[in-house]
């Protein structure tokens, strides 16, 4: 196939989706089918599309699914947008920016702040000063155990 003629065909399949209202999963597996099928076919320009639906996870997973990655990370922000542990760890990339990864730090921190936040009520008995931070410290990882 070769050059951006397989974009012709994905980009309007995946608008179509997007348009019906398909469930994330639907887009998910038969955009990813789609993908694997054009890339059999010489798709080399897969970045151009995914670039242009990097607003919808379900399509930027259905990319990552077959390996396709921009080279700057960006798609990992839509790809872990309900984890933003996973996407600072994404940021780890040399070609990625000290803004972008200063924007990945602020949404883990805000993350684990909300956390925190939103279990204050749980908190309650709890006079301790060293309690409160066992019970904030075991809100940020709660796999740790004493």
Request: hydrophobic share 40%; charged share 30%.
């Amino acid at each position: 196939m070769g050059w951006s003629s397989a974009n012709q065909i994905f980009n309007p399949v995946a608008r179509a989706l997007q348009q019906a209202g398909a469930p994330d999963d639907t887009k998910r597996k038969v955009l990813g089918d789609l993908i694997g099928g054009l890339q059999d076919g010489d798709w080399d320009t897969e970045d151009e599309s995914l670039e242009e639906f990097l607003d919808d996870p379900a399509i930027v997973q259905a990319f990552a699914d077959n390996e396709v990655h921009l080279s700057d990370k960006r798609c990992c922000r839509a790809e872990h947008a309900h984890d933003p542990r996973a996407y600072l760890i994404a940021m780890r990339h040399e070609d990625i920016s000290e803004d972008e990864m200063a924007l990945a730090v602020d949404s883990y921190a805000y993350h684990l702040a909300e956390r925190i936040r939103s279990s204050r009520d749980d908190t309650r008995g709890a006079v301790q000063a060293t309690k409160v931070m066992d019970f904030a410290a075991d809100l940020i990882d709660p796999a740790v155990k004493r």
